[in-house]
């Protein structure tokens, strides 16, 4: 291909060139031209234009492909743009005859797209220089749409709108007809011209006044009408065109003068609100709809989008100003009763709405203003339920009323709840301030006649609690009291339960819990709910339902909780369910409807508590447990069996409590081990089939489980890459057959605390959730059955489908081939076999028949499932088979069906056995694909083979090395041929290539000439692939790329990748997003300075009219803006990793910047889109400041602006918990280099001319103030964040010097701010986890030596005293807790664990310099509370010694001094950070006061007192059970601590506690920490206490014994001895030398003479048999 890098084209060359490769030089030459054109300067141009005007003109005719008319078109509009203009118009000419000639051949359709797309590229890139000209070719161009194909029509669209953007005004004599034809094809039947017509409107607007004077209801009856039958880009482009159109509506005010209609904000959201609700008065949009009964759903999300885009182009400023107008009119959306005419009418309508409200308000809006937003929707919750109450004043409330308040206060409840989620505890200020407290109307929805807004209303508490943690408690108490003053009220009953199970559920979310006494109250309320059910009728059915509910709830607190309740809970099973059959049977002689109704409603509720038990509680699930809940399981199945008689005699209204029962039945068998009922699966089949084929359904419903059974690699073939888009929420309820965005909280009230995700609550409705859970059952119990009873029901299946017809045939078919491949699934999983032959074939049949399904989706589980089958058989000559059915299939069918369901089996076939075990089927699989793939006449045949393709290439290894070749060449020439409207087939091809790229691997690094042709091949196909119009394909080609930059770096060029990557960085669609900061997250692991440097030219060489995507920040500050508009956890993972990548390594090089950067993120305080920032027409309006009158009206204008003024928004709260992170790694990596931490280094260094380099020590001012601002915010999580780099900052900087004055640190002058910063954190409502942060920081300043003046340090220490008289009166009072005893718990051993750490540092100063009398010292500051210090240090002690016992023992009843018996296993790792610590203060303080000193018991008087000899084994003991714990269970710190702990134990002149046994077992214990210790801290240690242990026993008898071995002190101390010379001195053991455990040793040149010499001294004082 270096033939093609000439400038003009070597025909010789090209007519030598086999036909497959023509057009791929071409198109190479075409590229090199197009690059070139650029470089050359005019004279070059010129004197080879006229060649290349003849060639490239030439090529028209060629029937070139699209990739390759698009670059010729750019070419010849290049070529005259630089050169000389003269021989345009010929070529303008010679393209109007191609478009002229009458040939209708397909061989000649693609001269006249070329010519065209040519028309079209020359018009926008030359604008006016074309002349009059135009005229001509527009009317030449709308004529040629009457015949015109899709691809004519397609590309001519596109051209008009070329046209329209390069003349611009010039061209208004021709705008009438071009936008006539425009409007006509926005309803083609074709998708793509319909798109492309929406941008040639959409151009046309600007440039055409009269459109906004006249035609704007026209125009929006047309999109409206667009948005049927339409697809998923259609959806968006034309609800671009519809936003453009109406946000222009608006400027006209401002623009022209009386002859347009003015539009204001109101009608403007009325035409969109006429398309959501089908009833907009006064708007033609209603005459234009088809249907006015009928919701027609495509309509809905279109607008839906169209709402989107239009506040989205607004922007946030004119957002927060028309706040209360926006939000008032989309929920009011909610109340028109057309949007819900039915109920999932409804809970579509509402997801439609939410998602209005959460991408404008979450999306655009800051903090601030989100704060604005939710006392907005608090306003409308308060007005709606002021509506309620002056309704519920009349003798009957009119139904019309509650159900239209009830969609609003659900959709209001459910965007209050999160928006607040969103905001954290930084929404704390909502729930304080009493003019804004939004917990009291959302507490007064509680008792609304609606379930379905009493259930919103509890998510949403559920949601505060969630963001403010502090309140769960609260709220919890506040409902509990409220249940039980209105428990004579059904509807207040329902809701307080509904609350209180909600939060509930919500504590699961928050670390620090609730208090554990809680649990039990509100489980005793609940019981005795059930208990009085039977007292008063009226309120049986809520009393039963709210009981029930409540004590699932509780199940979620765990085992801790409901272990006590256990007990009781098994009684209330038992009682719920008749106890023998003859009960049973005289319940069904004597009960009628109610009774019955109250009946299954219990007992789905019991069921519903027993699926809460045995997923939350799983740790008691034992044998026992297990076997009495199977008892009212048993009945409970008996009943269902009988239930379809009590239905017939009692009314159909029991359908729905039926099916729930069935519902939870089957959920709680899911959970269960399938052994447990393995006697019931004869008649639990039976239940279970029926279920799912519909033998007692008369609807058509189907699961919706089939999309989540196939695979994620056949998103392509099922368009599930609508699930990867940012519109997903409501595009799900476009989805066929999966009831996907139907989900409600009302279908199943248990979703408020058992739902996993806080984003979108609601079950889907009961009958599909039936079908789920009974499909997932089967799944699981089908590989357990025999075979005979597998035969049989894959038999049923059969007949099933065969006796149903039409719809409900397909349903039959979706939910059968659902279990079907559940049960494979389950049985590869659990590595069983399928069965026998029989069973095989019976399968098989089942399989091959659905093969050729009208449906995809069936056609994509058949394939699936056969693949499957694969996994179940280890029959070689089975699988063999299924291949050649499926050849012979091939070989045979000419229909489309056959021919894509049986590619799609091949490559599952594939897929699941390998490339090594079907290396015989591979020849014959690729070659039949490779002719499937190249039928340009079926579009979806290709897909389906290409699809198939590429999964055998995945999964082929080496053995489809031979075919790479063959199927690379397909993939190119295809690229070049196919029509870019075929993305379907454009997206295989991708994903295709992907698979070829992989299978090349390492190899396309290679030199040799066919490696060179494959790797140019994959570049060609990327770039083509990047040109497409198409986002997916798109993100496919950048994920192309990233794998061959992978492979082979060099040969990627990043300087036209990293801008193209940072431009899609802003894309509409996220998968492209994604790929793009997925790609950059490769890149900046290795190349990280090569993108930031791209990435900047991209900001140098924006204009300043363009939208810059690269700020003066860099990438790095485009990144850290797109973590703040990102909710996609994977792509915001990816960001985070770039990130870090890029700062690892450019930091170090640029850290001026860096610092700039993060430091913004953080210190930024404020919002500037609700700042004083102004627009256009924010100008205009000042310009005219006299006419006062007007000014109101201006407001609602204020957000349009004319030329687009980019707003900047204070990073949200997790942006900047991210940021902090980034200054302590920014810390760590300067930590390497010296004069980062050394400031007289820094300015000497910094002093210097050529040195460009920045340190960090010279920043120490804003790195303190970063930390103080995220020390003290809102956010608790920032606050932590804060507090940790403050700490960092301590730690790092404390002994650094300040050259100015001697003796003194850089630290000192910053006292204030960091007492300031602590203060806070210790306030009485402060989280406890965040008090316990700033503990640990307390400790480290006062240890740290900065403040040397007592006066300076009492600031801090003032905060820890007053910890400390917290905790102490935390003990003598019975005070209410707001979390539970673990934080309390964690809080406590924290404010112990910072004394006892300044206490050793404080006995430390003292042994060092010793402080002269008459002069206070640190230890001055700690004594007076030292003795109510050791009480509770060996308190803590004691605590942790029970805590480390195994599960075996008992542990006190009543706990341990700060752990209750519930707390036990949430406060084990609290104190295992603590006791390290409090072991060695108290160590210290026993040593110097003596063991036997009374210790004070003015706090926690219940603490047990110990004698002198038990204080002394508790901390010796528990110091040695330490030193003896494996390698990896105590870290070397801890291993020091105890052994300082011991040393200073040994000196406390206690001889006689220390007996000969515990000496020897101390010696053990010291022995294997030299084999398994390396660090050099750890064996000095050991030898001081060997040394000290030496000396207490030197003058005991009953250690100078034989030496003998096991049993001897001298033995073992000429064994520790021994190990140590051994390690130090090598050549006494030769063979240690060459042991790996020697080599890799850090030990082997340190200190060898030091420790040399104390081991000598250790021998020479070792004591001696005096026999």
Not at 288 to 312: C, P, W
Not at 557 to 575: A, F, I, R
Not at 834 to 847: C, K
Request: charged residues 20%; proline residues 3%.
């Amino acid at each position: 291909m270096e033939l093609a890098h000439n400038l003009t084209l070597n025909e010789e060359v090209v007519k030598g060139l086999p036909d497959h490769k023509k057009d791929i030089f071409i198109f190479e030459w075409l590229q090199f031209l197009e690059k070139v054109l650029t470089a050359l300067n005019r004279a070059d141009v010129k004197e080879r234009q006229k060649t290349l005007t003849n060639q490239l003109t030439a090529l028209l005719t060629k029937s070139p492909g699209p990739p390759t008319r698009c670059l010729i078109a750019e070419c010849l509009a290049t070529l005259f743009s630089i050169g000389d203009t003269s021989p345009l118009f010929s070529t303008i000419d010679i393209c109007n005859d191609i478009i002229k000639n009458r040939d209708d051949s397909p061989s000649y359709l693609p001269n006249r797209l070329a010519a065209i797309t040519t028309i079209g590229v020359l018009y926008e890139k030359l604008g006016r220089m074309v002349g009059r000209s135009y005229e001509e070719t527009v009317s030449l161009l709308i004529r040629s749409l009457k015949n015109a194909e899709s691809q004519g029509r397609y590309e001519v669209m596109k051209t008009l709108q070329r046209i329209v953007t390069g003349l611009g005004s010039a061209g208004k004599n021709v705008h009438k007809e071009i936008y006539k034809s425009a409007l006509k094809h926005l309803v083609d039947s074709n998708m793509s011209v319909r798109s492309s017509a929406s941008k040639c409107v959409k151009a046309l607007i600007p440039e055409s006044q009269a459109i906004l004077h006249t035609d704007v209801e026209t125009i929006v009856s047309t999109c409206i009408r667009a948005f049927d039958s339409s697809n998923y880009d259609v959806r968006c482009h034309v609800a671009q065109l519809l936003a453009y159109l109406l946000a222009e509506c608006l400027k006209v005010k401002s623009r022209t003068g009386s002859k347009a209609k003015i539009y204001d904000v109101k009608e403007v959201l009325g035409l969109l609100a006429s398309g959501f609700v089908k009833a907009g008065k006064g708007s033609s949009a209603v005459e234009m709809v088809r249907g006015a009964s009928a919701i027609n759903r495509e309509i809905r999300v279109g607008v839906t989008h169209a709402y989107n885009e239009f506040i989205k182009l607004m922007g946030a400023q004119w957002l927060e100003r028309n706040m209360t107008l926006v939000l008032e009119h989309i929920v009011t959306l909610a109340a028109n009763p057309r949007t819900t005419q039915t109920h999932i009418d409804a809970v579509y309508a509402r997801k439609c709405i939410i998602f209005i409200m959460a991408t404008s308000v979450q999306g655009m809006l800051g903090e601030k203003a989100q704060v604005n937003a939710a006392k907005e929707l608090s306003k409308v919750i308060g007005k709606q339920m002021g509506v309620m109450s002056a309704e519920s004043h009349t003798d009957s409330p009119q139904q019309s009323v509650i159900t239209a308040t009830q969609h609003v206060l659900v959709c209001s409840l459910q965007e209050l709840g999160g928006i607040v989620q969103s905001l954290g505890t930084t929404a704390t200020q909502l729930t304080t301030e009493s003019n804004s407290d939004i917990v009291k109307p959302v507490m007064s929805v509680l008792t609304h006649p609606s379930s379905a807004a009493r259930l919103a209303a509890a998510w949403c508490l559920r949601s505060i609690a969630i963001a403010v943690p502090a309140l769960l408690t609260p709220l919890l108490e506040r409902n509990m009291e409220q249940l039980d003053k209105m428990k004579s009220n059904g509807d207040a009953l329902s809701g307080f339960s509904f609350a209180i199970s909600a939060l509930l559920g919500a504590v699961s979310k928050c670390p620090l819990g609730i208090p554990y006494s809680i649990g039990k109250k509100v489980f005793n309320q609940a019981e005795e709910l059930l208990r009085s059910a039977s007292q008063s009728s009226r309120l049986s059915l809520p009393r039963i339902q709210s009981g029930w509910l409540i004590i699932g709830a509780v199940m979620t607190l765990g085992p801790s909780v409901v272990k006590p309740c256990l007990p009781t809970l098994l009684q209330l099973w038992k009682n719920t369910f008749p106890r023998t059959v003859k009960e049973l049977e005289a319940e069904n002689s004597k009960g009628d409807a109610f009774t019955w109704q109250v009946a299954l409603d219990g007992r789905a509720g019991a069921l519903g508590s027993i699926h809460s038990f045995v997923t939350r509680c799983g740790d008691l699930l034992n044998a026992e447990t297990t076997k009495r809940i199977l008892v009212p399981l048993e009945y409970a199945f008996i009943l269902l069996q009988k239930m379809p008689l009590i239905v017939k005699e009692h009314g159909a209204h029991l359908k729905a409590c039926a099916a729930m029962l069935r519902l939870r039945l089957y959920d709680i068998l899911c959970g269960l081990p399938p052994h447990s009922y393995e006697g019931a699966y004869k008649h639990l089949f039976r239940e279970l089939v029926a279920e799912f084929t519909l033998t007692e359904n008369p609807a058509n419903t189907t699961t919706s489980l089939l999309r989540d059974m196939c695979h994620i690699d056949d998103s392509v073939i099922l368009g599930a890459w609508l699930q990867e888009t940012d519109h997903k929420d409501i595009e799900d309820q476009l989805q066929p057959n999966s009831a996907s965005g139907s989900g409600a909280l009302e279908h199943d009230p248990t979703y408020l605390y058992s739902v996993s995700n806080n984003i979108d609550p609601g079950a889907l409705p009961l009958g599909v959730s039936v079908i789920d859970s009974s499909v997932r059952l089967y799944g699981k119990l089908f590989p357990r059955v025999s075979d005979k009873h597998k035969q049989q029901m894959l038999q049923h299946f059969k007949d099933c489908i065969k006796q149903a017809k039409a719809a409900r045939q397909q349903a039959i078919q979706i939910n059968i081939f659902t279990a079907v491949l559940c049960a494979l699934k389950y049985c590869a999983e659990e590595k069983r076999q399928l069965g026998s032959a029989v069973v095989r074939n019976a399968a098989l049949t089942l399989i091959m028949d659905m093969l050729a399904s009208s449906s995809p989706l069936l056609r994509c589980a058949a394939g699936e499932a056969l693949g499957r089958m694969t996994q179940c058989c280890e029959d070689n000559k089975f699988v063999a088979d299924m291949v050649q059915k499926s050849f012979e299939k091939l070989q045979s069918a000419r229909d489309v069906v056959s021919r894509t369901g049986h590619s799609l089996a091949l490559g599952c076939l594939h897929r699941y056995v390998g490339g090594m075990s079907s290396g015989q089927h591979l020849s014959s699989s690729v070659s039949i694909l490779l002719a499937l793939s190249k039928d340009h006449a079926a579009p979806v045949v290709q897909v389906w083979a290409l699809h198939a393709l590429g999964l055998i290439a995945d999964s082929g290894g080496p053995m489809f090395r031979t075919y790479v070749d063959a199927t690379l060449t397909l993939v190119l020439n295809s690229l070049l041929t196919v029509p870019p409207s075929n993305t379907d087939v454009h997206q295989c091809l991708g994903k295709c290539l992907a698979a070829l790229i992989t299978n090349l691997g390492p190899e396309l690094q290679g030199t040799s000439s066919v490696i060179s042709d494959a790797r140019l091949s994959c570049l060609i196909s990327c770039a083509i692939m990047t040109d497409h119009p198409d986002s997916l394909v798109q993100a496919q080609a950048i994920s192309c790329l990233q794998q061959l930059h992978l492979f082979a770096p060099r040969h990627v060029n990043l300087s036209s990748l990293v801008p193209r990557l940072c431009t899609s960085l802003t894309s509409p669609h996220l998968l492209l997003r994604r790929s793009s900061v997925a790609c950059l997250r490769q890149l900046a692991q290795k190349e990280a300075n090569e993108i930031s440097d791209y990435a900047r030219t991209l900001y140098k060489a924006a204009n300043e009219d363009e939208q810059q995507v690269i700020s003066e920040s860099g990438l790095e500050g485009a990144l850290f803006g797109l973590l703040d508009r990102e909710s996609d956890s994977q792509l915001k993972k990816d960001v985070k990793d770039t990130l870090m990548s890029m700062l690892q390594s450019l930091a170090g090089a640029n850290l001026s910047h860096w610092f700039q950067l993060v430091r913004n993120v953080l210190s930024a305080a404020t919002d500037l889109a609700s700042g004083d920032g102004k627009d256009l027409s924010t100008t205009i309006e000042d310009e005219d400041e006299d006419e006062e009158n007007e000014e109101d009206d201006d407001e609602q204008f204020k957000g349009v602006k004319e030329k687009e003024v980019k707003s900047h928004l204070a990073p949200k709260w997790p942006t900047r918990v991210f940021a902090v992170t980034c200054m302590m790694k920014l810390m760590q990596e300067c930590k390497d280099n010296r004069a980062h931490l050394d400031l007289a280094l820094a300015r000497e260094l910094k002093a210097k001319k050529d040195n460009g380099q920045d340190y960090l020590v010279l920043h120490l001012s804003e790195l303190v103030r970063v930390a103080f601002i995220a020390a003290t915010s809102d956010s608790d999580k920032l606050r932590l964040g804060g507090l940790e780099l403050l700490q960092d900052v301590i730690k790092t900087y404390s002994t650094v010097s300040e050259p100015e004055f001697p003796d003194h640190v850089v630290l000192e002058q910053y006292q204030a701010q960091v007492s300031a910063a602590l203060r806070p954190a210790f306030a009485v409502d402060t989280p406890s986890d965040v008090t316990a942060a700033a503990c640990e920081v307390c400790s480290t300043w006062i240890r740290s030596g900065v403040a040397r003046d007592l006066n300076d340090l009492r600031r801090v220490h003032q905060l820890l005293s007053f910890s400390l008289e917290k905790l102490k009166s935390d003990g003598r009072a019975n005070k209410q807790l707001i979390y539970s005893e673990m934080a309390g718990a964690m809080e406590k051993l924290a404010v112990l664990r910072a004394w006892a750490e300044v206490y050793i540092e404080a006995v430390s100063r003292e042994q060092k310099k010793p402080t002269p009398s008459g002069t206070e010292s640190l230890l001055d500051l700690v004594n007076p509370e030292l003795r109510s210090l050791a009480r509770l240090w060996i308190a803590i002690l004691r605590d942790h010694a029970l805590l480390s016992l195994s599960q075996e023992h008992q542990l006190p009843a009543e706990g341990g001094t700060f752990f209750t018996a519930e707390t036990r296993d949430a406060v084990k790792s609290h104190y295992r950070s603590v006791w390290s610590a409090c072991l060695h203060a108290a160590s210290l303080y026993l040593k110097q006061e003596g063991f036997g000193i009374r210790l004070n018991t003015d706090s926690l008087g219940s603490i047990a007192e110990l004698s002198e000899t038990d204080r002394f084994h508790l901390l010796l003991g528990v110091a040695m059970e330490a030193l003896c714990s494996r390698t990896s269970a105590q870290s070397d710190d801890t291993i020091i601590t105890c052994l300082k702990s011991v040393y200073t134990l040994l000196t406390s002149k206690r001889e006689s506690v220390v007996s000969p046994a515990i000496s020897r077992e101390i010696l053990a214990v010291l022995h294997r920490l030299m084999l398994t210790r390396d660090n050099s801290n750890i064996r000095t240690l050991s030898i001081n206490v060997l040394e000290q242990l030496v000396n207490t026993c030197r003058d005991s008898t009953t250690c100078c014994d034989d030496v003998t071995p096991g049993s001897s002190f001298v033995f073992s101390c000429l064994e520790v001895c021994l190990s140590i010379i051994v390690r130090h001195i090598p050549a006494i053991n030769s063979n240690l030398v060459t042991s790996s455990v020697y080599q890799t040793s850090s030990l082997k040149y340190t200190n060898q003479q030091e420790m040399t010499q104390a081991v000598c001294a250790v021998l020479n004082g070792t004591p001696t048999n005096r026999k």
